[in-house]
Every structure is written in C-alpha cells, then in structure tokens.
C-alpha cells in the first residue's frame, strides 16, 4: 500500500500506458499490477480506460511490456471474477443501482404485509 504523499509523487508521471496527465484524464486512478482479489499490493498510475481494459485483460502486448508485464503471465494478475471490481463508476449508475435494491425491498414489504393481513382476514 502506498501513502498519500508516495501516490501524489508517483502519479505526477502520468499513466503508465499512455502517459497521459492526472488533470488530462480528470484523475488519475491506483492500478494494482496484481488484482486486489489476489492479495495484491503494488499499484501504478493508469488513467480510467486503461485501468478498465487491463482490469478486463484487454491489453495488448505492447502496452503491457511498457508497464512491466510479461503477456505470457498477465492472465495470473487479473482479478477473480466476481470481486467486486465492476462498481458503478457513474452517479446515475449508482442511482439506478439503488433504485433496484428500493425496489426489490419494497417489493418483499409488500408480499409479507400481504401475507399477514391475508392471515388475519382469512384470506390465506
């Protein structure tokens, strides 16, 4: 794990793919080269769509021998399916992703309140 100040020093670089600035891509994110789900630690700039494609094992060759990553091991470093790392980026995504739990909550509400006064009018 990095500090705050290391990450501050290590990011002024830029990506590690294309070399683009933090104020360039509106952020730069923390990369880890071995995924997290696999106790991975050690983390390197990458902007927000090279962090997504070599999250999803979408880079090529080239790209990856800039970063340090022989091709032939890459599918070792990526993260487990299933761990979490597809959260919604978006406010709106994350919106919707919590209008759909408010649904599913309400929903389940509804069916046991149903249940219960069907019980006590004899309906059930």
């Not at 470093?77 to 919604?88: A, Q």
């Amino acid at each position: 794990m990095v500090t705050k100040l290391e990450w501050d020093v290590i990011k002024k670089r830029g990506c590690a793919v294309c070399g683009k600035s933090d104020v360039a891509v509106g952020g730069l994110e923390k990369a880890h080269l071995k995924a997290k789900s696999k106790n991975g630690t050690q983390v390197i700039p990458m902007c927000p769509t090279h962090h997504k494609k070599f999250d999803k094992g979408l880079l090529k060759d080239s790209e990856l021998e800039k970063i340090g990553i022989d091709p032939e091991k890459y599918k070792k470093y990526l993260p487990k399916k299933g761990s979490g790392t597809s959260k919604p980026k978006t406010a709106i995504e994350e919106y919707e992703k919590a209008q759909k739990e408010t649904a599913k909550k309400m929903k389940k509400a509804n069916d046991e309140t149903k249940k219960i006064f069907g019980r006590r009018l004899g309906l059930i």
